[in-house]
């Protein structure tokens, strides 16, 4: 589900570049994320996305440009920006030694929540959502790596921040705690109106999450909008996906006499007709027709759009 944001920028940055030695991990990129938006960071292995999301969250300095973060500079105000976000990184920093509820009340404490019987229904609240409540009393370094990825997301959301930086925030987590996570952010986002920058290498999350992204490679912005906006960069001809009850040659052949119909191909499975036209909104109505008239039973019509996986594909092979 994608709505609408208003148009305040929670984050912005103007040329905001990181070089380590003589490489060059983030090259001048300026972008800005809206106040409740989901902003997906994508982009090959070394990118440059972590060092991005570090520098916006004031763990390094960048080398050259500027970054604001709910309106504070990052650069001057480092101490606010801690304050108003939340950062999951790679490779959660959780005290190994502590158990799970004493880092979560470390964490929760550092974070300015001084009342204790705040701290801690809070920290039940969320040690009960993420299904580590008959862990709580548990060392760090005994749980699993799904747990600990978990626990770290728990802590990033411990002071209820408004920003969020969740670097690859379901790596390594079983099918039902990512499904979890990524509700979670949708609820973040849809109901509590959080601004969520997500750096992901699953694109199926990027797409039904965020409301844009950015794709970056070599540390250089290479393109930013929605996910439409990304699988219109291939610009191949619109295909019908026509799912029969039977095939016959002579149904076949009755497609191809459509007027804006290019091309028909059975896909593997018999009675798939893949059809490439000219049109789609002229086309869908003369296929059906033709096929009843064929003899054919029509089961579904639709159009097949390219995937946001070979729009990135393309767009990255590109640079
Ligand atoms: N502290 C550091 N010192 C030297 N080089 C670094 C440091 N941190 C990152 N780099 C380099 O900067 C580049 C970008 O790294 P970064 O971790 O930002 O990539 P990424 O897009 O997050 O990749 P991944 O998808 O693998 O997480 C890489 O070439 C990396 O080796
Ligand atoms: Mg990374």
Redesign the pocket.
């Known amino acids: 589900m994608v709505r609408k944001v208003s148009i305040v920028s929670a984050v912005q940055a103007a040329g905001l570049t990181k070089r ?2 003589s ?1 060059t ?2 090259d001048h990129l300026s972008f800005e994320i809206r106040e409740g938006e989901v902003f997906g960071l994508l ?10 999301i570090r520098m916006l969250a004031c763990l390094i300095s960048p080398s050259e440009g500027s970054a604001s973060v709910g309106g504070y500079d990052t650069s001057k105000d480092s101490l606010k920006v801690r304050e108003i976000v939340g950062i999951l990184t ?1 490779n959660p920093s959780l005290y190994e030694k502590l158990t799970v509820y004493e880092n979560m009340d470390f964490f929760a404490e550092a974070y300015g929540l001084s009342d204790a019987q705040e701290r801690s229904s809070r920290i039940r609240e969320l040690l009960e959502f993420f299904r580590l409540r008959d862990r709580k009393n548990e060392k760090v370094a005994k749980l699993s790596k799904g747990m600990k990825q978990k626990l770290a997301i728990a802590r990033a959301i411990v002071h209820n921040p408004p920003i969020l930086f969740l670097d ?1 925030p379901t790596t390594g987590l079983d099918p039902e705690s990512a499904k979890g996570i990524r509700d979670l952010i949708e609820g973040l986002s849809a109901q509590e109106k959080r601004t969520i920058l997500l ?1 992901t ?1 699953r694109l199926e999350d990027a797409e039904k999450l965020c409301n844009r992204m950015m794709i ?1 490679n070599k ?1 250089k912005s290479v393109i930013v909008g929605t996910a439409e906006q990304l699988r219109s960069t291939i610009d191949s001809a619109p295909l019908l996906r026509v799912v029969l009850k039977g095939m016959n040659q002579r149904i076949i052949e009755a497609v191809r006499g459509v007027r804006h119909v290019r091309d028909v191909n059975v896909e593997n499975s018999a009675s798939n007709l893949i059809v490439t036209v000219d049109d789609l909104a002229a086309a869908t109505p003369e296929v059906v027709r033709n096929v009843v008239q064929a003899g054919g039973e029509v089961l579904s019509v639709n159009p097949i759009q390219p995937s946001l996986e070979e729009a990135y594909l393309k767009l990255v092979k590109a640079e």
């Open positions: 380590f030695g490489l991990a983030v982009g090959p292995n070394g990118a440059g996305k972590t060092t991005t790679e690859e750096c290498h970056v540390g």
